[in-house]
């Protein structure tokens, strides 16, 4: 994630439990907010420029009262930064990019010798940086997810998922597991009629609980975009209660 639209809904998950892995820069705005119509592109590319060290979580205040009151905020645009669950830094109103460019780079550290190692495994698509980037942080996210990424292409789940154990749950993460698991059942997500199975496995989910994991790993492999999500969530729910 390194920018998502966030509700009172999905606020604690995709900010304070986020926030607890990169520090994620919250934007309150409004469609009828001249000055955030500004500064929202530009906060957009500068935290796109992170290259994902930092996240962006946009907040729309007037459907979303609970965040705005949260943060007792009085006027907009307003933008907090927030690590570990904590406002660590805000500031009110439209910036110019060099400002806001000081702001997001106040909250991201020099990479260490581990962040170098992961970005040359990312960019290299090989397994070596990632594995000496682990010998010096055991639990970097990054590189626990580049890596177990590259064991899932190359057929090792099992390795992937022991992996993946390490660090806590993610949205990432979670898609990953889901792409392991299904691949140690040889489901072949791309070359599937995914509807078709999850029709099958429907008739299986109240008393198997592997039907119901892989039923479920479909869905996360869909993501929360595709409709099709909601329709057989709402299938599952049915079946189960």
Not at 37 to 47: A, D, F, M, Q
Not at 185 to 198: C, F, K, M, T
Request: hydrophobic share 45%; aromatic share 4%.
């Amino acid at each position: 994630m390194e920018m998502v639209d966030v509700t009172d809904a999905t606020f604690e998950e995709e900010v304070l439990r986020r926030s607890s892995e990169v520090p994620v820069v919250v934007d309150l705005w409004a469609p009828w907010c001249g000055p955030c119509k500004t500064l929202g592109p530009i906060i957009e590319r500068v935290v796109e420029a992170t290259g994902g060290a930092v996240a962006l979580a946009k907040v729309n205040v007037d459907e979303n009262p609970s965040i705005s009151g949260s943060f007792q905020v009085q006027s907009i645009p307003a933008v907090f930064a927030l690590k570990d669950g904590k406002v660590v830094d805000a500031f009110i109103g439209a910036l110019p990019e060099a400002s806001v460019a000081e702001f997001v780079a106040k909250l991201t550290p020099a990479p260490s010798e581990a962040d170098l190692l992961v970005a040359e495994g990312v960019e290299s698509s090989t397994e070596a940086p990632l594995r000496q980037a682990l010998e010096l942080q055991p639990d970097h996210p990054g590189a626990i997810g580049a890596l177990a990424a590259q064991l899932i292409k190359q057929g090792d789940s099992e390795g992937a998922i022991a992996l993946l154990g390490r660090i806590p749950e993610t949205p990432d993460t979670r898609l990953l597991l889901a792409e392991a698991r299904l691949a140690s059942q040889r489901v072949d997500v791309e070359g599937i009629a995914v509807e078709e199975l999850l029709d099958g496995l429907l008739d299986r989910v109240r008393g198997d609980d592997e039907a119901r994991q892989e039923f479920l790993d479909l869905l996360e492999t869909l993501g929360p975009d595709d409709p099709r999500t909601s329709e057989y969530r709402k299938a599952l729910a049915a079946r189960l209660f």
